[in-house]
């Protein structure tokens, strides 16, 4: 007689909506536990206003999944994600480009490898096809935060209205068009290869200049959205940052703090940094410059920066419509839907914020609608995890005006004993979680 688990995995097919970073996790997961899935992207039959690529995974935004050294939130979620066998960071490691101590990949070579990696499942069936309607039984909506308008009315039904605000995109422009007379190499306090990001200095009369241009340019139409009131501070475009005051963006992406002039010998007024977009160098990112200016406005302002008084556009910034649901109101910390049993959600739709936030809510709501169908308890990392933490921050009822979050220390408990050192505290906060998620790993045996 066959295995009630066994019988159980062959008789269920799960639906994953979405093939973005937490789809194909979900995907994933689900896969390891010998669980058929049926997992629908709706590329290349329809395309978002972001999306311009077939493969899953797809970036949209910046090449960066932030820092990978354990002392740092972004680092710390990685590694819990490594040791609940995420694919993306196994993918992102296997495409990765020089980007000092962050984890940056090329974005076309990790895309592929991701899509190469799901096809590779025999249970895993992709579906090129737009969904439309919520799932019947088992499934996992990871449609991300640019869900196709029919899904997005159903989703907006069955939870009584969403949040919408903008999401931005920085330009990209190509190495050799960059001036490199004009500009110099290093890493922000010399963190990482020196090679790793090419900086763009601006004396105080240049950055005056480039300044009065920039909160003076004009921007795309938003359509029904207000491109300022909407707009979420991770992904704020640098002409709305501008606005808020003189100074402000040269105290954000334009901060010249960690950096030395070779050419004058000391710190520059402004500086704009642009990190690696491929593996070959041939394209660069203009770090922290999402924007939402008319396409011929960001040619005519951002060539006033010295260094690219040339430079060729690759892509163009761009900003498109990112919405999120109340899951303070709607989701538990398993990511199950609390009104509808058996439907689960993921990704940036449900209020977490950025690549390996979305992936890692994909990877919870994976294990947890598997530990459905095969009768196992909820999977639900501690609070003293970075996963655990942002599980629980998107379900807290306690939290009234709900807004996305990303992986951050603030979140974590503090520790028994006091540490001042800021570094020494942190790296002590990423042991503490990762022992603790280990310990539960072994415990639940739920990578057998």
Not at 54 to 65: D, H, K, P, R, T
Not at 72 to 82: R, V
Not at 119 to 125: A, G
Not at 180 to 196: I, K, N, T, V, W
Request: proline letters at 5%; hydrophobic letters at 40%; one cysteine or more.
């Amino acid at each position: 007689m066959k295995n009630p688990q066994e019988r159980k995995r062959k008789m269920n097919k799960v639906k994953v909506i979405g093939g973005g970073f937490a789809g194909v996790e979900a995907a994933w997961q689900l896969a390891n536990r010998g669980i058929s899935v049926e997992l629908y992207e709706m590329k290349p039959v329809k395309f978002s206003p972001a999306h311009t690529g077939e493969g899953l995974a797809e970036l949209v935004c910046s090449n960066s999944f932030k820092a990978m050294r354990l002392g740092c939130a972004a680092g710390m979620l990685k590694a819990e994600m490594e040791l609940m066998g995420s694919l993306c960071v196994e993918c992102a490691k296997a495409t990765a480009v020089p980007a000092g101590g962050a984890l940056a990949v090329d974005r076309d070579k990790f895309s592929t490898l991701v899509t190469e990696k799901i096809l590779s499942r025999p249970e895993i069936t992709l579906i090129r096809e737009e969904v439309t309607e919520i799932p019947e039984g088992v499934a996992v909506i990871a449609a991300g935060p640019l869900a196709s308008e029919a899904l997005s009315e159903k989703i907006k039904e069955l939870c009584g209205g969403n949040l919408s605000f903008f999401d931005a995109a920085a330009p990209i422009v190509t190495a050799e068009s960059i001036d490199l007379e004009r500009a110099f190499m290093q890493s922000r306090y010399d963190r990482g290869d020196p090679d790793d990001y090419i900086n763009c200095p601006m004396n105080k009369e240049e950055y005056e200049a480039f300044y009065e241009a920039l909160i003076n340019a004009e921007s795309a139409p938003t359509h029904e959205f207000d491109k300022r009131k909407g707009v979420y501070e991770g992904c704020m475009p640098i002409e709305v940052m501008a606005s808020r005051g003189h100074d402000t963006i040269r105290f954000g992406p334009m901060k010249p703090s960690g950096l030395l002039d070779p050419r004058t010998g000391h710190r520059p007024w402004a500086n704009l940094q642009l990190r690696k977009e491929n593996t070959a160098g041939t394209m660069y990112n203009l770090v922290g410059f999402q924007t939402n200016l008319k396409f011929p406005e960001q040619k005519r302002v951002f060539s006033m920066i010295p260094a690219l008084k040339n430079a060729e556009f690759v892509r163009y910034g761009v900003m498109h419509r990112n919405t999120f649901i109340d899951s303070p109101r709607h989701l538990g910390s398993d990511f199950g839907f609390k009104e509808k049993e058996g439907l689960y959600f993921a990704g940036q739709i449900t209020g977490v914020e950025g690549y390996m936030e979305s992936a890692a809510s994909g990877i919870l709501a994976g294990i947890n609608a598997a530990n459905k169908i095969l009768g196992k308890e909820e999977f639900l990392p501690s609070e003293l995890t970075m996963t655990g933490a942002l599980a629980r921050y998107i379900s807290d009822g306690s939290v009234k005006n709900f807004q996305p979050m990303g992986a951050s220390f603030g979140l974590l408990p503090p520790l028994g004993e006091k540490i001042r050192d800021k570094k020494l505290r942190y790296e002590a906060l990423a042991e503490r979680g990762l022992q603790n998620l280990k310990s539960m790993i072994e415990k639940e045996n739920c990578y057998d």
